[in-house]
């Protein structure tokens, strides 16, 4: 039996040595690891809008006893609690023994996705087909969304204040809908096209149909869609005027290699960052500090809106939070969120040796390597990025070193090759430390991207070392 000083040495040399997380992980380790893999496979392959995520979290969150923040009267410390945000945010809070005032340890992520939004005046018949105009979500290669199978989740909210939910194309005996592109055999002017040219926005129409309603004089088979629809959801054409439907990959989330290391799916950008921070909050039960949870949209264009980043619903839920716990005052509400603390989570992008150029090796991420943080993001000489202070990573590095996640830095690619950006700056305007951190991936923004397992595992371990040492 070795020494203890020895002992110690090595697994210090060895955690220094072992880039790759999978060379580290025990039986028990990998069995933990394929657990919350598994949960996060199902979750991102039924919750694919914004309001399908809340639902689920909320389910999620009520099953561990949270509460509706709105509905208890009084708050105090142990106690869990969440709001929704017109269905489309949601935050969630674990109680800590410290006032609110001595500020929160928060992780934030967002949980819209690009996907192609069906217009307020949709459905048309062009030459006996019948197409459901779009206009795409958030920054896409259109050329990636044609020639595959999509589903339409969303709703549709009628004039007597019902809200239909509508999901088409997700069983296996649902049909699926798509948007077409040329057969080469025709497509000799196409190919010399730039690739932003190749699918234009307007051209993003998916088609639905191509039956005509028997009797039907005028745009039969358009009116044979919208009698179908109207009978399965009890509704009316008018009603798409007041309807929020997205057109999304169709199908379920896949583990993704020969040695199942990796998992497919859609809208993990950032839903993948989205589930591991709830899931690290409700892995935490007691708290110093409160800790916090903020699941937003509109973080795909530009964080704006009642239900983005930039609004004020989570300053005035700190409000209420401190109303409720007798402490409330603007005083107060201010120092909570400059004293605080926060992971905002996006991903970020992964080595590809098939695209090696636009990544400087040094300093970019890696599938295997654990969870990313981003000193800053941004583009051309770091602009529009919150810079994380060093003393904050410093904290951080030490939190992660001691539960042994297995973390990397890393920028999004080389400078001015592009860049991209996040919710980290619109906290950090509260004076608090933000960092941007969460997981790498392959193909980011396509229909179908990829993630390492390991990451997924090491972010969540991450995100917990983060609520407990912070
Ligand atoms: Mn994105
Ligand atoms: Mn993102």
Not at 332 to 349: E, F, G, I, W
Request: hydrophobic residues 40%; contains cysteine; aromatic residues 8%.
């Amino acid at each position: 039996m070795a020494d203890k000083k020895t002992v110690k040495k090595d697994t210090k040399k060895d955690s220094k040595k072992v880039k790759n997380a999978w060379l580290k992980y025990a039986a028990k380790d990998l069995k933990a690891l394929n657990s919350l893999c598994d949960e996060y496979r199902d979750f991102i392959s039924v919750c694919k809008t914004e309001r399908e995520c809340v639902d689920e979290i909320v389910a999620m969150a009520e099953k561990q006893g949270y509460k509706n923040l709105y509905e208890v009267k009084k708050v105090k410390a142990g106690d869990k609690l969440y709001a929704v945000n017109k269905g489309k945010a949601v935050v969630l809070f674990v109680v800590g023994t410290e006032p609110l005032e001595k500020g929160m340890k928060i992780l934030g992520a967002h949980i819209d996705s690009p996907r192609l939004d069906i217009k307020q005046n949709p459905l048309y018949e062009d030459t006996e087909l019948a197409f459901l105009d779009t206009h795409y979500y958030g920054g896409i290669k259109k050329y990636q969304w044609v020639t595959i199978p999509m589903a339409i989740h969303g709703v549709v909210c009628k004039k007597d204040g019902s809200v239909v939910k509508v999901v088409i194309g997700e069983d296996d005996k649902d049909p699926v809908v798509g948007i077409s592109d040329l057969l080469i055999h025709l497509a000799q002017d196409q190919m010399d096209k730039k690739a932003a040219k190749v699918i234009e926005g307007e051209d993003l129409n998916v088609l639905v149909g191509s039956m005509p309603l028997k009797d039907e004089e005028k745009d039969a088979v358009k009116a044979n869609v919208m009698k179908l629809i109207a009978d399965k959801y009890d509704i009316e054409e008018a009603d798409f005027m007041s309807a929020e439907l997205e057109v999304v990959p169709a199908g379920r989330a896949r583990d993704y290699g020969i040695d199942r290391s990796m998992i497919m799916g859609y809208g993990q950008d950032d839903r993948i960052c989205a589930f591991t921070s709830a899931k690290a909050i409700f892995n935490c039960s007691s708290i110093d500090r409160t800790a916090a949870c903020i699941l937003v949209d509109k973080e795909e264009i530009g964080s704006v809106g009642a239900t983005g980043m930039t609004s004020a619903f989570f300053e005035n839920i700190i409000a209420e939070l401190l109303d409720k716990m007798g402490a409330y005052s603007e005083l107060a509400v201010r120092r909570a969120l400059q004293n605080s603390h926060m992971l905002s989570s996006d991903v970020n992008a992964a080595f590809d040796p098939n695209f090696p150029s636009v990544m400087e090796r040094k300093n970019c991420a890696y599938f295997g390597r654990g969870m990313a943080f981003s000193k800053f993001t941004g583009s051309r000489g770091k602009s529009g990025s919150n810079d994380a202070n060093p003393e904050f990573i410093a904290k951080l590095r030490a939190a992660l070193d001691k539960h042994e996640v297995s973390y990397q830095m890393a920028e999004l690619g080389k400078v001015d090759q592009g860049g991209g950006g996040t919710i980290a700056y619109i906290m950090a305007k509260y004076n608090m430390e933000v960092i941007d951190s969460g997981v790498a991936l392959h193909n980011m923004h396509a229909p179908w991207e990829v993630a390492s397992k390991a990451d997924i595992y090491e972010t969540e371990k991450g995100y917990e070392a983060f609520l407990k040492e912070i």
